[in-house]
């Protein structure tokens, strides 16, 4: 289960004492938790880091290059191109003309068309890494071919912010335990300045 940059057993085992791991009563607030920080990991990034096959993005055609939001970027499925949305997309042979698939970035033969033109990206890209849980029967996973695993650093971040998620809640009280008042606890959630500093490396600068 993709429990936000980990699966749920990883990001139990975590959080939670070595006596309570195995139990499920904790498992949706935990999950919560774990989501929650991978989306503000990825709004403080300006980047989706999790690994996905069949990612997509359309932009305007006035540029030549373009920083993917989903990277290490594995492979380009395709690009293509149209002027409005009634038209049909039309594939724009030999794009992208070459890539930087650590920085996400695809570089066109040139600028490809004016601001009226659409162009649409697919690909496979981000930082993989095991969402079966211990009893899946595919467990362990290899990750996908050409797939980057994710980095050490962004693991270590994603389980400090869990933790000090965690930390701040009532581990005993009723809120826990029924799930109640997650959504607006994680509405109030603040990256510590530790994890601020390892994700600025991370960041992704694309103006438009």
Not at 42 to 60: H, I, P, Q
Not at 123 to 149: C, I, Q, R, S
Not at 158 to 167: M, P, R, Y
């Amino acid at each position: 289960m993709n429990a936000g940059l980990s699966n749920l057993d990883v990001l139990k085992r975590h959080l939670l004492a070595g006596s309570l791991a195995g139990e499920s009563r904790f498992d949706g607030v935990i999950l919560a938790i774990g989501l929650g920080v991978a989306g503000l990991f990825d709004v403080f990034c300006n980047r989706k880091l999790a690994y996905l096959a069949g990612a997509d993005v359309v932009f305007t055609g006035d540029r030549a290059h373009y920083v993917l939001p989903r990277y290490p970027l594995v492979s380009v499925a395709s690009v293509t191109t149209r002027f409005s949305d009634a038209d049909a997309w039309d594939a724009a042979t030999g794009e992208p003309w070459s890539t930087h698939p650590a920085a996400g970035v695809i570089r066109f033969a040139g600028v490809l068309g004016t601001e009226l033109l659409q162009v649409r990206v697919v690909w496979t890209g981000g930082y993989w890494f095991e969402t079966n849980e211990p009893e899946d029967a595919g467990f362990p996973a290899l990750g996908p071919v050409g797939a980057v695993y994710l980095p050490d650093d962004l693991r270590a971040a994603f389980l400090l912010q869990c933790e000090a998620v965690w930390g701040a809640r009532d581990r005993l009280g009723t809120g826990l335990l029924s799930g109640e008042g997650t959504a607006s606890g994680l509405g109030k959630l603040e990256l510590l300045p530790m994890v601020k500093e390892m994700l600025r490396g991370h960041v992704r600068y694309q103006l438009s």
